[in-house]
């Protein structure tokens, strides 16, 4: 596994606590996306089941308690859905 210091994510869990590295690699039941963006010290729950859909990007600090869907912007404790970009119109969309 590869680190960089300045770019990694921790999991909540801590008795597999692990860092992901900005390569994005698999770790027990957490799956990053190809395109899915992490920012700095963002905590995945134990309990997340899904995963972050590609494209999306994940607000610093945020606590994600629920699988993230793709083409999205996400932030807060816990973290929600802020923005969409709909593909079709090639626009961002507000969450309603």
Known sequence: ??????DFLE???SDTL??????RELTRKYYFSD???T?????ILRELLGGI??????GAGSVVTRPI???CVAVGNPCRVIRYFDTGRER???EV
């Open 1 to 6: 596994m590869y680190y960089e210091s300045s």
């Open 11 to 13: 999991t909540a869990d």
């Open 18 to 23: 692990k860092q992901i590295a900005s390569t």
């Open 35 to 37: 395109y899915g963006d």
């Open 39 to 43: 920012e700095k010290r963002t905590s």
């Open 53 to 58: 859909g590609e494209n999306s990007v994940i």
């Open 69 to 71: 869907p793709p083409n």
């Open 92 to 94: 961002w969309q507000h």
